[in-house]
């Protein structure tokens, strides 16, 4: 599931290879006996395995804290890759001012004028903080080189200085995990075409979504350039195949509990105090309004 190869050359002729068998029709979700596509995970099965993931990421959070260790991830991949959710299970059971998630809005006028990793610098991680990119400074080796909101010479330029950012990143104690969600053309048309038909998920599809969705093979190639320069020994790109969403969720989780050391802090038992007595408490005459009375 998490391909942990360092060569971002390999690497990327590992997904440009996943493109061929997209086209075709493939599914990267094949059992390994090579007799077809592998079950998708049942829910009971997952919300199992995801409530043991959970019970390690809170101890991770404590050890995050009590040493000071700063982590930074990063999640990239396709529209539809399933990136939201994922950033969701590895946030719901721990507390947002340890795991801060950074979603930026487009760059205004003055952030436009500025060095182009300038506005991402604030938020990197201090000590005792995970933080978790939804969409990063890759963006523009992404859709700003796609849709052409960068120029190509903006483009290499990028490429060339994030692997000497990231080194300093690095040099300065951050933990960087890069991650890239690979889902098939017919999975992503599916989830595309699920948010503009179901009310509760028409706010996840932009007007950009559908501006990018045509251009499936100009993404591969911003992809496999990103890869091949920014793949590095100090910070590789972990890939995951995104079709069947627990199972990358699931994936995603054990990596970064593998890719972090960290112990389990021993703690004392808890034992809940004697709630004091009444005393010359009166309740109140003010009548309050519940909203869920049943008158």
């Not at 939201?84 to 719901?92: D, P």
């Not at 507390?95 to 950074?102: G, W």
Request: aromatic share 8%; net charge positive.
């Amino acid at each position: 599931m998490i391909d942990s190869k360092r060569s971002g050359k390999r690497r990327s002729d590992t997904i440009a290879k996943s493109d061929a068998v997209h086209a075709s029709g493939g599914n990267q979700a094949s059992a390994s006996d090579g007799t077809g596509p592998a079950a998708p995970m049942s829910r009971k099965a997952y919300e199992k395995s995801l409530k043991k993931l959970h019970v390690e990421l809170v101890q991770l959070q404590q050890w995050v804290v009590h040493s000071g260790l700063k982590v930074c991830i990063l999640f990239e991949g396709r529209d539809g890759a399933g990136k939201g959710g994922t950033i969701k299970a590895l946030t719901e059971r721990v507390s947002p001012r340890v795991f801060r998630v950074v979603a930026l809005p487009a760059p205004t006028d003055r952030e436009k004028s500025q060095m182009y990793i300038q506005r991402y610098i604030p938020h990197l991680p201090a000590a005792g903080e995970v933080v978790i990119f939804d969409r990063s400074w890759y963006n523009r080796a992404g859709v700003e080189r796609v849709m052409g909101f960068c120029t190509e010479q903006q483009t290499e330029d990028f490429l060339k200085a994030a692997p000497m950012v990231e080194k300093a990143m690095v040099n300065s104690g951050i933990i960087l995990l890069k991650y890239w969600l690979e889902v098939s053309p017919e999975e992503q048309t599916r989830r595309l075409r699920d948010r503009f038909e179901d009310g509760r998920k028409l706010w996840k599809l932009s007007p950009m979504d559908l501006k990018s969705y045509s251009r499936w093979y100009d993404y591969s190639r911003a992809r496999d350039a990103m890869f091949e320069a920014t793949d590095t020994g100090w910070a590789p790109w972990h890939a995951v195949h995104s079709n069947d969403k627990k199972k990358a969720r699931l994936a995603i989780l054990q990596h970064i509990l593998n890719s972090i050391p960290y112990q389990r802090l021993k703690t004392e038992k808890i034992v809940l105090p004697q709630r004091q007595k009444r005393g010359d408490y009166v309740e109140s005459a003010y009548k309050v309004k519940f909203i869920n009375d049943e008158n």
